[in-house]
């Protein structure tokens, strides 16, 4: 059962500087960094102490409200310090890394000989659960459900995205173990989305349901996949998982070890040559990006521009990410910048603005809001860039007031933040949607659970 | 050190303290600010409410500049001097009496804003850049500017500081302000002398024993609403030769202006087009009613009722309502379904109080604000179709 998606409604937003595809070895990091607040909605329980050396693998803290779930490290090592903020709240784990990098053995397993329990029992004991996220509420799967689908997108239509088909090129092995093993935790199918002319190392699997996608941004979020698929209804679960993410699964099935590297994309208008590096999951980023940027007022970013986290050089490779973007910073006046003709941004109305004038033409934005924070007043432009069968202005109003019944009704249970990137960047006045949305999400997951 | 360091130093200074509302308005208009993404995406589009509320007031000004012209035209021609329309007598005149309008417009109208973005200490919102262009342009040009400053102030606060300012207002605060002031002062906005600069102050004269001719500068609606003849031809009516209030008058140029606001996306084209469609559809049911002849030719309805249809697009201030008014994106419906089925009933309803109100033949004020109110109803049933849907997709599952 094969569906072909094509969106209309949506934006590609071209920005200059993409990564070239040529991989080198990023510069070995010294110190590598587990940030708790890369996993939603989780309360860490530390289970080393500063001082403890730990091997690849394993864990360094569980969640509170799931023992079992463990969070492991990325490299063998010593913890050198954990930082805490405000109520002692667990802000970092920094590990120095060892030179030569021990890993804990999981076993190798057999992923079509395997229960469905077994595989759950065996992801989170070995730390690759964390990779498994649900909706609703976009957070780490619950492992006590079993979803009615999986998906997985393996189309990047985000800016300056990194490749799937290009990273994921020779990782068919992982990928089908991983997607074996995930199948068997599905009452349905794992949906697995390539681009439409992409040759894609996902295109070949064997059980999955594959869906070919064409169109603009947001067409690659696995959010409008859902929602064109089978879409998530009160009560229903869904799980997803990124591609670069299956590949670890796979391997520590096939291995039985917990591998964090993977290939990145340092992309974005400051950075010198844009290429892709092989580096680890908790890398400072100082070692991706030192000696590689031009100019020093620019913003570094773990993930892409749109729902990616800011970054210091001292900070580290997110979680979840696989790209780290950099662009100017935009903390400067503009003379006149609110009435005069527009050539050097994106905009999606043609208010003596003319990027409509240029479809090809590659930006180079920075960070600036281009105006204030203001109520929302203009309507009907969200919904040209959001392909879901939802009202997105509604939907965030009622986040705002609080309406619980009312966010359920519009479509809340379907919806995570990066859906509603979009709306945010074209928003005339200026709301944090994803914010709103997140905080919307924490609160139904609160009250209604 | 630049006026661009010296501004921001200020800015600096007055953080916490109440001036500073104030002060960013008018920093910000010489400069975007430096404010850069600090929560979700990184990069925004270009777009801002600044630049959307000046792309309408800068379809409004070729309206403005007509009215100008168009006040010294009516004018010197009721006088018995008349001069071309394009001449800087004609200009010159409407100028001075326009100017002082805009001015009170403004001043009075940013006051009052300015006033309570320090006490609410919030930023001043750009709302009433275009209320404050929209207001002298839809009132007659003698209206005491002491009268424009009562009915700006009650617009404003009432129309739109008591329900939370810009965004959050049920009633569009231009229409407020005129409909206080109709309201208010009905013989100031109404009936045949008020139309054309100096009629009035004529009409006192006369009454006051002068022997002078009395001047008539009654609207085409006016004159309809009474069964009169009026002379002005099809062509006057379509470019604006005719008396009305200041800015409405040229159809011409508000389709300009329309065509404008859609090619930029500012104003919203589906409403634009189903009030002229319900309008349309309206005003072929009257000219229905008259052919089948169910109507008496003594009727007081049946000069309004056998205008052609689309004569009415042409008279009054339907185009300009439709365009400027209509299209507010806070007041109107905000679900695009919701804007067809808005825009629709706002050009029928137009028409119907036109043809049915002699008393003000100029309905779309009166039909727009009443639509204003019946906005949220219309997207709320659009929205809960939406949530059926929802629902119904869960049903045939659960099934």
Same mark, same amino acid.
């Given at each position: 059962m094969s569906q072909d998606i094509r969106i209309k409604k949506g934006l590609d937003i071209k920005l200059k500087g993409e990564a070239e595809k040529v991989t080198e070895q990023a510069l070995a990091s010294n110190m590598y960094t587990i940030k708790p607040e890369d996993f939603h909605s989780i309360i860490p329980k530390l289970s080393i102490k500063i001082g403890a050396k730990v091997k690849a693998g394993e864990a360094v803290f569980y969640n509170k409200a799931n023992e079992n779930m463990k969070f492991p490290s990325p490299v063998s090592g010593e913890v050198v310090d954990i930082i805490r903020g405000e109520k002692r709240k667990i802000l970092a784990i920094k590990i120095s890394a060892d030179k030569d990098q021990q890993f804990v053995d999981f076993g190798k397993k057999d992923p079509k000989a395997m229960k469905a329990d077994e595989i759950k029992s065996h992801l989170l004991a070995a730390g690759c659960w964390p990779f498994i996220k649900q909706r609703p509420y976009d957070v780490i799967a619950k492992p006590s459900n079993t979803p009615k689908a999986i998906f997985i997108s393996g189309y990047a239509s985000a800016p300056l995205a990194a490749d799937y088909n290009y990273v994921l090129a020779g990782k068919e092995k992982e990928l089908q173990a991983a997607v074996t093993a995930l199948s068997k935790l599905t009452s349905g199918s794992v949906h697995v989305s390539v681009g439409k002319n992409d040759n894609s190392p996902?295109?070949?699997?064997?059980?999955i349901s594959l869906h070919k996608v064409s169109g603009p941004h947001p067409s690659g979020n696995v959010g409008t996949q859902i929602a064109k698929i089978d879409p998530v209804n009160k009560s229903e679960v869904v799980w997803t998982i990124n591609p670069q993410d299956l590949v670890i699964i796979g391997e520590l099935l096939l291995t039985g070890m917990f591998n964090a590297e993977r290939i990145i994309a340092l992309a974005g208008s400051s950075v010198a040559t844009p290429k892709y590096y092989t580096t680890k999951i908790g890398a400072t980023i100082a070692s991706l990006v030192d000696g590689k940027l031009q100019g020093d007022n620019n913003r570094i970013i773990s993930g892409n521009v749109l729902t990616g986290t800011a970054k210091s050089l001292k900070g580290s490779l997110g979680y979840y990410d696989n790209m780290v973007t950099v662009i100017p910073e935009g903390n400067d006046y503009e003379m006149f910048g609110w009435n005069l003709p527009v050539f050097n941004k994106i905009s999606t109305s043609r208010a003596l603005t003319f990027s409509w004038l240029f479809p090809n033409k590659k930006y180079d934005l920075n960070t600036n809001t281009n105006g204030e924070h203001r109520a929302f007043v203009v309507t009907g432009n969200y919904e040209e860039v959001f392909p879901l069968d939802i009202y997105p202005m509604q939907l965030l109003k009622a986040c705002k007031y609080k309406d619980l019944d009312e966010m359920e009704q519009l479509g809340m249970y379907e919806v995570a933040p990066e859906d509603f990137a979009l709306t945010e960047f074209v928003c005339v006045s200026k709301q944090p949607h994803q914010e709103i949305i997140r905080k919307g999400l924490d609160l139904m997951l609160k009250e209604i659970g | 050190m630049g006026l661009k360091e010296n501004l921001h130093n200020i800015k600096e200074k007055g953080k916490g303290k109440k001036w500073l509302p104030a002060y960013s308005a008018l920093h910000t208009f010489l400069y975007t600010p430096n404010e850069t993404t600090h929560s979700g995406g990184h990069v925004r589009a270009a777009d801002d409410l600044k630049r959307t509320m000046t792309m309408v007031v800068l379809a409004l000004i070729p309206c403005l500049i007509f009215g100008m012209f168009n006040t010294g035209f009516q004018h010197f021609k009721a006088f018995g001097a008349p001069v071309e329309f394009l001449s800087m007598d004609a200009f010159w005149f409407g100028f001075l009496k326009i100017l002082p309008l805009i001015i009170v417009s403004y001043v009075v109208g940013l006051g009052v804003e300015v006033l309570f973005a320090v006490i609410k200490g919030h930023e001043v919102e750009e709302g009433y850049f275009v209320t404050g262009m929209l207001v002298p342009l839809i009132v007659p040009v003698d209206i005491p500017l002491w009268m424009l400053a009562v009915a700006v102030i009650f617009g404003v606060v009432i129309g739109k500081e008591v329900f939370g300012g810009t965004g959050m207002n049920i009633l569009n605060p231009a229409l407020v302000i005129r409909a206080f002031l109709f309201f208010a002062y009905p013989t100031w906005m109404s !009936?045949? /002398?008020? %139309?054309?600069? !100096?009629a009035t102050e004529r009409a006192k004269e006369i009454a006051a024993g002068a022997n002078l001719d009395a001047i008539s500068g009654e609207t085409i609606l006016g004159s309809l609403a009474q069964g009169k003849e009026f002379a002005y031809t099809v062509s006057d009516m379509f470019f604006g030769y005719i008396p009305g209030s200041v800015g409405e008058t040229s159809t011409f140029l508000i389709l300009l202006a329309g065509i404008f606001l859609v090619a930029t996306k500012i104003g919203s084209w589906r409403i634009m087009l189903s009030s002229v469609v319900g309008a349309l559809v309206m005003g072929l049911i009257f000219n229905g009613v008259v052919n089948a002849g %169910?109507?008496?030719? !003594?009727? /007081?309805?049946y000069s309004l009722m056998s205008t052609e249809f689309w004569h009415h697009l042409l008279i009054g201030g339907f185009a300009f309502g439709v365009v400027f008014?209509?299209?507010d994106p806070v007041t109107a419906s905000q679900t695009n379904k919701g804007k067809w089925i808005y825009g629709f009933l706002i050009g029928f309803i137009s028409i119907l109080i036109r043809v049915f109100n002699p008393a003000y033949p100029e309905g779309v004020m009166l039909a727009i604000l009443l639509m204003n109110v019946f906005a949220p109803t219309i997207d709320h049933y659009v929205v809960q179709g939406n949530v059926k849907r929802r629902l119904k997709r869960l049903k045939v599952k659960t099934a």
């Open positions: 996902l295109a070949g699997l064997d059980n | !009936g045949d /002398k008020v %139309w054309v600069e !100096g %169910w109507i008496a030719e !003594g009727s /007081k309805f008014m209509a299209t």
